[in-house]
């Protein structure tokens, strides 16, 4: 996409202002110069005196896994450790483990919240508390202020459960209250919902796939050979039965669109959620893999579940590497997620050892007739949902072959978008993301849409395929930078969006936004509702909101206020000295110290009792 030169100049006049305080200031000529690389440039106000020392840099490989160059370098690092190496701090906790601590006392669903209609289901066979009072007296005192998920809903679904309950709960009469004329939801406005006899239907085997055992004979070309014709135009006739055409698929729309990448961890239904009130028009869910969904797994299936606010425009991706996986995925996605799913998006980009070593995610890239058939039988098994793909540069760091890929991909037909992220497997994010690459690619798409009616029969004519860019856009100077490239239809934001959460905010504004104390704080509040809604108010839920929260905030701790910046624009990989905020609390939420990340959790949270644990991803913030 080329924008006129007006629009640019305009543009960049705008990016020489920062919104302060609802005003503008403008930058001088001297701020606006390049600076070292690697380290951000502070007013000197802000720097600690008598302290060089610049923050350590983030391995966000770890986020993702290690592979065996990482693991070994982790192993010569511990080895310096032993010697006195100064960069002891540095790397990944590997053996960080999640504890989830459970009440000893069980409670009957029964008597949680009368209002619901629930009955025991195990009658005198239960062993579960029945008696509120004995569940009562046991019970740790009430936090103190109001139940956010009852003053949001009008009732709580955690009931007597809830941490939060003399806000709502007469002790009296022990009677739970409920805002006059509110409305039940038992799903809280999440959807994307199976049903517990359909998991069971799947954990036994029992489910049938229809379309997926037609599907996966079509698409063997060793057993088609094989058939005799009336075999193989019977199935022929029963895969026609079923398949709908691209044209009559539901319609994807990229352009211009704001995009939050797919989040390993915090990309969970409340950041989600949240990113919407922000100004995300895309989101998508947490990477699901295929066989736990077949086998109806359920941690697996509450990867899919989405807030009603992100449709449309939510898509669902998944990581797969045979046919009968990725057809059987697409087919109970969409019989069970399609009013409320956008698209399927096939993960071939993830780098993970535990991914790669089994064929799926960028180990699909070294096989790319093994990709094409499984985004073949995924169109032809998903319904009317669209089917999209995300995928790396390529494998080894100076052999790039996305765009071979993609030739063969856009020939196929079977796909309505295609994501490019700008760096190699082996690159991980050792060096910035390549865009140059990634608009040659672009223009090979626009190419392919602009050739479309010679190559295809234009009554199955879809929307054009798109191309979104991915890597390294943190500010919305990067995005317009991009998207003006040839054939780059949009951008797809992570840690952008992790690290400043308001970042489609001001790609909307075009102009860095000077968020104050206050207001990052009313976003780590609003994030905390959502998160208290979808998990709850028990002792489970708040444990569970307080160690995402602390994930979130492993993220955003290494924003630096753009107010303190003595250059600009901010660049993602830059570490800067060590700094003090213009007040308290903007100093406490640029903590490093994942000890301060529980004190940000508790001023929402309450304090956080003994049983919780939290072990931060890298070293440097232990």
């Known amino acids: 996409m080329v924008r006129e030169e007006t629009s640019n100049q305009k543009r960049q006049a705008e990016s020489q202002s920062v919104v302060k305080d609802s005003k503008k200031v403008k930058l001088t000529e001297e701020n606006t110069n390049e600076f070292p690389k690697g380290v951000a440039i502070l007013k000197p106000e802000y720097i600690i005196s008598n302290n060089n020392e610049i923050d350590s840099i983030i391995d966000d490989d770890a986020a993702e896994a290690s592979t065996a160059l990482e693991q070994e370098q982790e192993n010569n690092n511990n080895n310096s450790n032993s010697k006195g190496n100064k960069n002891k701090k540095r790397g990944q906790n590997k053996s960080r483990k999640l504890i989830q601590i459970k009440e000893d006392l069980k409670v009957c669903p029964s008597i949680i919240d009368p209002e619901s209609g629930k009955s025991c289901i195990k009658g005198s066979e239960c062993n579960w508390c029945h008696d509120i009072q004995i569940y009562l007296d046991q019970k740790e005192p009430s936090l103190e202020g109001i139940c956010p998920v009852w003053k949001e809903l009008g009732y709580c679904p955690m009931g007597i459960k809830c941490r939060w309950l003399k806000s709502h709960f007469n002790f009296k009469s022990n009677k739970l209250k409920y805002k006059k004329g509110y409305i039940r939801d038992e799903t809280k406005g999440e959807v994307n919902l199976i049903s517990l006899a359909d998991k069971r239907l799947l954990y036994g085997n029992k489910f049938e796939f229809s379309k997926s055992e037609v599907a996966i004979k079509l698409v063997d070309e060793d057993k088609i050979s094989k058939m005799d014709s009336e075999k193989r135009k019977e199935l022929e006739n029963e895969f026609n039965d079923f398949k709908i055409k691209s044209s009559e698929k539901k319609k994807l729309n990229y352009k211009n669109k704001k995009i939050l990448s797919p989040l390993t961890t915090v990309g969970n239904l409340p950041f989600r959620r949240l990113m919407k009130t922000l100004g995300a028009d895309i989101t998508f869910s947490e990477m699901a893999v295929s066989t736990p969904l077949i086998n109806g797994q359920n941690s697996e299936w509450a990867l899919l579940k989405a807030h009603k606010s992100e449709y449309p425009g939510f898509g669902i991706q998944i990581a797969a590497s045979k046919t009968w996986q990725a057809s059987k995925t697409a087919e109970l996605i969409s019989k069970f997620a399609n009013n409320y799913t956008s698209e399927i998006n096939l993960n071939c980009g993830c780098p993970i050892d535990l991914l790669f070593n089994k064929g799926e995610g960028s180990a699909l890239m070294l096989n790319s007739n093994r990709m094409k058939n499984l985004l073949k039988v995924m169109n032809d098994c998903s319904g009317d949902i669209p089917i999209t793909v995300k995928m790396r540069m390529g494998v080894s760091d100076k052999k790039p072959i996305a765009i071979n890929i993609v030739e063969k991909l856009l ?163 830059q570490r800067p000295p060590k700094w003090r905020g213009r007040d308290e609390m903007e100093t406490l939420l640029g903590s490093s110290d994942y000890k301060d990340w529980i004190k940000i959790t508790e001023l929402f949270l309450g304090k956080a009792n003994e049983n919780f644990s939290f072990i931060p991803k890298h070293k440097s913030n232990a």
């Open 411 to 573: 020939n196929a037909g079977d796909i309505g978008a295609i994501t490019i992220h700008g760096r190699s497997r082996q690159q991980r994010y050792t060096k910035e993301a390549d865009w140059d690459y990634i608009e040659e690619v672009g223009k090979v798409v626009k190419n392919f849409n602009e050739n479309y009616e010679e190559l295809k029969d234009v009554s199955d004519k879809v929307n054009p395929v798109y191309l979104i860019g991915n890597g390294d856009c943190f500010t919305f100077e990067d995005w317009y930078n991009h998207t003006s490239r040839e054939g780059i239809d949009s951008v797809m934001i992570a840690r952008g969006a992790l690290i400043k959460p308001w970042i489609f905010e001001e790609i909307e504004a075009q102009q860095y936004l000077d968020k104050s104390s206050t207001e990052r704080l009313k976003i780590i509040e609003d994030y905390t509702k959502f998160a208290l809604e979808h998990w709850g108010t028990d002792d489970f839920g708040i444990n569970t909101s307080r160690r995402f929260l602390c994930e979130f905030l492993s993220f955003t701790y290494r924003y630096i206020p753009v107010g303190i910046l003595d250059k600009l624009p901010p660049k993602l990989n």
